[in-house]
């Protein structure tokens, strides 16, 4: 067992007893990966009534298209399944909440820690960076043609998706 993680091993060996899905397979049953914040508050599961098996969960501060995320996708569409991309980040997300400049500043204030060489990728304006993320995804050439990708804004007071889309800035239907 590894220091400070008893609990978790706990749990684990509590969860192994009962574990039945040794054989679900790889692939994306439901052909979807979800890009979603690494916010706890975030349960990309229950949010959209999926299972193990059903889909690629991509978490990340922020819920951001960055290159790690294209990679996986790659992979994702042509090895395991993945036909549809939900990119879902969620209201009440610190890295909407503060400049890139702000949490640099924070972090070397609290812990003397000078994190300036990283881009966290903040952004205001969630649905610009939502629209922005969907362009990257579209845009990707080493992704199929015919991958379907979407946007959502997942509210945490109220667990309801707002769809956001195309780059006009109108509503899908």
């Known amino acids: 067992m590894i220091e400070g993680f008893e609990d978790l091993f706990e749990a684990n060996g509590t969860f192994a007893r009962t574990f039945t899905q040794g054989d679900l397979p790889a692939?994306?049953?439901?052909?979807l990966a979800v890009i979603t914040c690494m916010d706890s508050r975030v349960d990309p599961f229950r949010t959209l009534g999926?299972?193990?098996?059903d889909a690629k969960i991509l978490r990340n501060a922020g819920a951001r298209v960055t290159e790690d995320v294209l990679r996986t996708l790659v992979l994702g569409a042509y090895l395991l399944g993945v036909e549809r991309v939900l990119v879902?980040?969620?209201t009440h997300c610190r890295m909407a909440e503060?400049?890139?400049?702000?949490?640099?500043a924070l972090i070397q204030e609290r812990y003397g820690v000078d994190t300036?060489?990283?881009e966290f990728r903040t952004e205001r304006d969630q649905e610009a960076a939502l629209r922005q993320d969907l362009v990257r995804i579209?845009?990707?050439p080493l992704l199929p043609a015919g991958l379907v990708v979407g946007g959502a804004i997942l509210d945490v007071k109220t667990?309801?998706?707002r769809a956001v889309d195309d780059v006009s800035g109108a509503?899908?239907?």
């Open 138 to 140: 579209r845009s990707f």
């Open 98 to 104: 503060s400049s890139e400049a702000e949490l640099h």
């Open 88 to 90: 879902m980040p969620h």
């Open 116 to 118: 300036r060489s990283l």
């Open 171 to 173: 509503e899908p239907s």
């Open 27 to 31: 692939r994306a049953a439901r052909g």
């Open 50 to 53: 999926i299972g193990p098996g």
């Open 159 to 161: 667990g309801r998706l």
